[in-house]
């Protein structure tokens, strides 16, 4: 079907974050000399507290399951041609409503059935949100960008309002604590997490990365999703609804996004916190890139992203955290700029060698 | 009402400077997600140039200077490396956030604001509000930023070429406009106009403080919008966000309605306006693609 050899798109999928991981080392290096401070050292205490013990490996999982959720919800979205820059809403959006419906159950009622209508309630929130600019794009053609990064403020703004004047603790911005409605915290299970926020919602985020990956490429819905972010125009001419398929998927993209909201609100802190998306939608589009839409790319660029975050607190010490976001939006950029060099690269390479060999 | 009007106008300056930047770049071509983080690197520019220096001109200098340094690399990544323009200007937004963070940590050793640093205009706690206002050069050049852009992009031949480059760049390049050279010089420039609405944050301020923009870079990409890519209708688009602003914190208290909704306006608006619901919005023909 495909002329491409896998070896060529294996390629051009690695070379491009393998680019942008040394150009983010090589900046790395230079803000750790400014500090005074030895590279390696730090580069080899960021390892140690992450990788190197349990509790900071916690951390790691932890952190990943929110951005593997927002990065599988960018990646669906890329899928379809479309930028979705609102996942931080639809994250927010997805955790108060778990912690919502988790509140209005009786204690008596059974955890899983709390935990799953929190679920439910979760990705039907972010749905929603994604909903939005999905029929704002089907029906009058506003570009989701924009209506995704303004709904962001919308969706905030009125989480912002009911959580101060309805649902909040007395002097704080959450909620009260959900009853029961727990995933299991892996420190219960294993000593050596203790204190990491580990919890069983890493395995429904890999649940997730294993049906988006199902739904793209195994399906005739996912076939059409491709086919619209490919080429529109000519998906419309074969029978596709494009305005359909780019609802459906930003519908879809919230909804993942919206489930995401549980790996806090249902296992760690057990109630919706204003503020505890933050960053996690623009760091989505970050995993979505660097893993180049896929569901393997996702998972892997997610525990990428997670490794530095953590990684930020264990270096403080020696060099401020903050030089970590300085490494996020080099690894961002580098990656963005080196997509089309690679490409161009890899394809005027390939026609040299074939031109040469038609020679022979 | 004179303190409505002038409360306004100081709330308004910041966006009218980035609303200036965003209408140059995206009359170009060229997506201007990055309003956020050059008006940061502005406001950090300009803390850092008045502590060392003392006077509040080399602030903006150094403001300005960096607004351009971060719009030469969003054209080098879109121009020269066809990098996605959406992702870029994320991309640089979180890029000026944590480099802001570090060399406040390394300057200043804080990870919150930098020391006081000395701005324009009568300072004393005496002085009223007006004479704050009006003694402030920025206040003057955020005035005055709308109208000579307006000149620029409709009667100079550069305008001309920026409005060829942005709606047909085969086009201007069949007649001999240099497509790249003016993408770059109008994405450098919408550095430095958006970079100046930070400067003036920080100075008014007379501080750097983490994240200070807080969103006002979104907000002008909203009067953008709202005003279909215009320079006089962004803004008006910028004076009347503010208005709304000046509403709700005059309102504070009064309960009448919340103020995150009054918050929300700007964005509400630019969502109807991308809908076409009142009259549509039409983009540049050729933003965001490189060609």
Redesign the interface.
């Known amino acids: 079907m495909t002329t491409r050899s896998v070896r060529a798109q294996v390629e051009e999928a690695l070379l491009p974050p393998l680019v942008a991981l040394l150009i983010a080392l090589l900046a790395g290096d230079v803000l750790i000399l400014a500090f005074g401070q030895q590279p390696g050292e730090v580069w080899l205490t960021l390892l140690r507290g992450t990788w190197g013990n349990a509790y900071g490996f916690g951390q790691v999982l932890y952190k990943a399951t929110t951005l593997i959720f927002t990065g599988l919800a960018v990646s669906l979205g890329v899928r379809a041609g479309l930028f979705n820059i609102g996942a931080e809403g639809q994250l927010a959006a997805g955790g108060f409503a778990a912690a919502f419906i988790a509140l209005h159950f009786p204690a008596a009622t059974p955890a899983i059935v709390i935990i799953l209508a929190a679920m439910v309630a979760a990705a039907l929130a972010g749905g929603a949100v994604g909903y939005v600019p999905g029929m704002l794009k089907a029906r009058f053609g506003a570009h989701e960008v924009i209506t995704t990064i303004m709904l962001n403020f919308i969706v905030l703004g009125l989480l912002n309002y009911v959580v101060v004047n309805r649902v909040h603790v007395h002097e704080t911005l959450h909620t009260p604590e959900v009853p029961k409605a727990a995933l299991t915290r892996f420190a219960d299970l294993i000593s050596a997490f203790h204190g990491s926020a580990a919890n069983a919602a890493i395995i429904i985020a890999l649940v997730a990365a294993l049906w988006v990956g199902w739904y793209l490429f195994r399906t005739r819905a996912g076939y059409d999703l491709r086919a619209v972010g490919l080429q529109p125009d000519a998906a419309e001419y074969g029978g596709v609804k494009v305005g359909v398929v780019w609802t459906k998927a930003l519908v879809i993209s919230g909804a993942l996004a919206g489930l995401g909201g549980i790996n806090f609100v249902l296992g760690y802190k057990h109630y919706y916190e204003e503020g505890f998306a933050s960053g996690a939608g623009f760091l989505g589009i970050a995993v979505a890139l660097v893993g180049r839409s896929h569901p393997v790319g996702v998972v892997l660029a997610a525990f990428f992203f997670a490794t530095l975050s953590q990684g930020g607190l264990a270096i403080n010490a020696l060099v401020p955290k903050q030089m970590i976001d300085v490494l996020q939006g080099v690894v961002i950029l580098a990656v963005a700029a080196s997509v089309p060099e690679v490409r161009r690269a890899l394809q005027s390479g390939r026609a040299a060698i074939a031109a040469r060999s038609g020679d022979a | 009402m004179i303190g409505f009007l002038l409360q306004t106008l100081r709330i308004a300056v910041p966006y009218l400077f980035a609303a200036a930047g965003g209408v140059v770049a995206e009359r170009a071509g060229v997506?201007s997600?990055t309003l956020e983080g050059f008006m940061l690197s502005g406001a950090f520019g300009a803390a850092i140039g008045a502590f060392y220096s003392g006077s509040p001109w080399v602030g903006v200098l150094c403001g300005a200077f960096g607004g351009f340094i971060f719009g030469l690399?969003h054209a080098?990544?879109s121009i020269r490396?066809?990098?996605?323009q959406?992702?870029?200007g994320?991309?640089?937004?979180?890029?000026?956030?944590?480099?802001t963070?570090?060399f406040?940590?390394?300057a200043f050793d804080s990870?919150s604001n930098s020391p006081r640093v000395p701005g324009f205009g009568s300072a004393s706690a005496g002085a009223s509000m007006a004479a704050a206002v009006f003694t402030n050069p920025l206040v003057w050049m955020g005035l005055l930023v709308i109208p000579v852009l307006t000149w620029v992009v409709y009667r100079t031949p550069f305008g001309l070429r920026v409005r060829a480059v942005g709606e047909h760049p085969q086009a201007a390049e069949t007649l001999g406009v240099r497509v790249s050279r003016i993408r770059y010089v109008a994405v450098a420039l919408s550095g430095v106009l958006a970079s100046l609405g930070g400067v003036y944050l920080a100075l008014d301020q007379h501080q750097f403080s983490d994240n200070m923009t807080a969103?006002r870079g979104?907000i002008a990409?909203?009067a953008v919008?709202f005003g279909r890519w215009d320079p006089a209708r962004a803004g008006i688009a910028c004076l009347l966000f503010a208005a709304a602003e000046t509403l709700q914190i005059q309102l504070q208290g009064a309960q009448t309605i919340?103020s995150?909704?009054i918050?929300?306006i700007p964005?509400?608006l630019?969502?109807v306006a991308?809908?076409?619901?009142v009259r549509r919005s039409v983009?540049p023909a050729s933003l965001g693609k490189?060609d």
């Not at chain 2, 991309?91 to 944590?98: D, F, M, T, Y």
């Not at chain 2, 991308?274 to 619901?277: N, S």
């Open positions: 997506i997600l690399v080098v990544a490396f066809r990098a996605d959406v992702v870029s994320i991309a640089i937004n979180l890029l000026v956030a944590g480099l963070r570090f406040l940590k390394l990870s969103g979104f990409i909203a919008i919340p995150q909704f918050q929300m964005y509400v630019t969502i991308l809908a076409g619901l983009p490189a």
